[in-house]
């Protein structure tokens, strides 16, 4: 029997520390991501197939597929970028999970994020501000999380193109961590904005941007980023000069190379190709105990690795059978 998944049980389910544990496994045992394959030319715009298998702690192993389309005309209420996971037994190969992936690709993004956060920022630093670019659901999430690893922060930031909506996202982030303060701030209101990247410890970019968010040389000289928003060569959230002068910088995959942020500092010749020698992955199998930068400037930019997927459903899917 395949059991169908849905959101309501992702979100009660995949709790931050749950999520966070699926990725630290996603990003720190074996697993094998096999190239992704796109359909293109017989289908409209185009269909992508993500399959992966990953290790767990337990030693068992979880096989599955994320299949996304973009359909940017679909109508309301259906989703311009329908997603599924279809999770496998890893010994017989039957498809026993149906899982809708929107809510679970967010959980995962944020969860991937906050141990990237933790892997490079390290317990020692003073960690009492966040700022999050974009208060979908992506944003939340990223907030959720952080919040989550870093009981210690304060104030955090929602900066967005509209204040109903961080508005909206502050009341979700109260019911569960009531106790900072949470500012809205609107993206255009350039001295509000810059205030809140200028003393924030950690910065989320969860957005669809082309331009960078925030100036060059307004960041505190141990300030971490987290970039998930930019995924293509035009769509840029940090400026090359600013990415240049990372400390550390961070892929998810070496697939983030061509994306407007890292590519861009490239060109500009700010950053070297040479010194994005780390991925995550790399990074964590190396060395669990990564010993973060005493100081200097951050940066893990992140597209997406189909391992992330498979260990968030594989790790919700064992949550649910031992309810």
């Given amino acids: 029997m395949i059991r169908q998944i849905t959101d309501e049980e992702v979100g009660a389910t995949l709790t931050p520390e749950?999520?966070?544990?699926?990725?630290?496994?996603?990003?720190s045992l074996p697993s094998e991501v096999p190239s992704r394959i796109i359909l293109h030319q017989l289908v409209s715009d185009s269909t992508l197939f993500k399959p992966a298998a990953v290790s767990t702690p337990s030693g068992k192993t979880h096989v599955g597929m994320k299949v996304v389309s973009v359909r940017p005309n679909n109508p309301?209420?259906?989703?311009?970028?329908?997603?599924?996971?279809?999770?496998?037994?890893?010994?017989?190969?039957?498809v026993n999970a149906i899982i809708g992936a929107t809510l679970l690709t967010a959980i995962r993004t944020a969860a991937g994020s906050a141990v990237a956060t933790t892997a490079l920022r390290g317990p020692s630093k003073v960690t009492e501000t966040l700022a999050v670019f974009g208060a979908g659901m992506q944003g939340v999430q990223h907030a959720r999380?952080?919040?989550?690893s870093y009981p210690s922060i304060k104030t955090v930031y929602i900066i967005n193109r509209t204040l109903p909506r961080a508005e909206s996202a502050i009341a979700t982030l109260k019911k569960e961590y009531p106790g900072p303060t949470y500012v809205p701030t609107l993206l255009d209101d350039e001295e509000k904005k810059n205030v809140a990247a200028s003393e924030s410890d950690l910065i989320c970019l969860c957005t669809n941007s082309s331009v960078p968010l925030f100036p060059s040389g307004l960041l505190k000289p141990?300030?971490?980023?987290?970039?998930?928003?930019?995924?293509?060569?035009?769509?840029?959230?940090?400026?090359?000069?600013?990415?240049?002068?990372?400390?550390?910088?961070?892929?998810?995959?070496?697939?983030a190379k061509p994306v407007g942020d890292i590519a861009m500092a490239i060109e500009a010749g700010t950053l070297n190709e040479a010194d994005l020698s780390?991925?995550?992955?790399?990074?964590?199998?190396?060395?669990?105990?990564?010993?973060?930068?005493?100081?200097g400037i951050t940066f893990f930019k992140s597209v997406g690795v189909a391992s992330q997927d498979i260990a968030a459903a594989g790790f919700l899917i064992e949550a649910l059978?031992?309810?």
């Avoid at 749950?18 to 990003?27: G, H, K, N, T, V």
């Avoid at 989703?79 to 496998?88: D, K, Q, R, S």
């Avoid at 999380?145 to 989550?148: G, R």
């Avoid at 141990?222 to 990372?246: F, K, L």
């Fill in 18 to 27: 749950l999520a966070i544990q699926s990725q630290r496994a996603a990003f």
């Fill in 76 to 94: 309301p209420p259906l989703p311009t970028v329908p997603g599924t996971i279809l999770m496998l037994d890893d010994v017989t190969g039957i």
């Fill in 145 to 148: 999380h952080l919040l989550h």
């Fill in 222 to 255: 141990t300030a971490h980023i987290n970039g998930v928003g930019s995924y293509t060569p035009t769509m840029q959230e940090v400026d090359a000069v600013t990415v240049g002068s990372c400390e550390k910088i961070v892929l998810d995959s070496f697939e």
């Fill in 278 to 295: 780390h991925t995550l992955s790399s990074l964590l199998k190396e060395d669990p105990n990564v010993t973060p930068p005493a100081s």
């Fill in 321 to 323: 059978d031992s309810a």
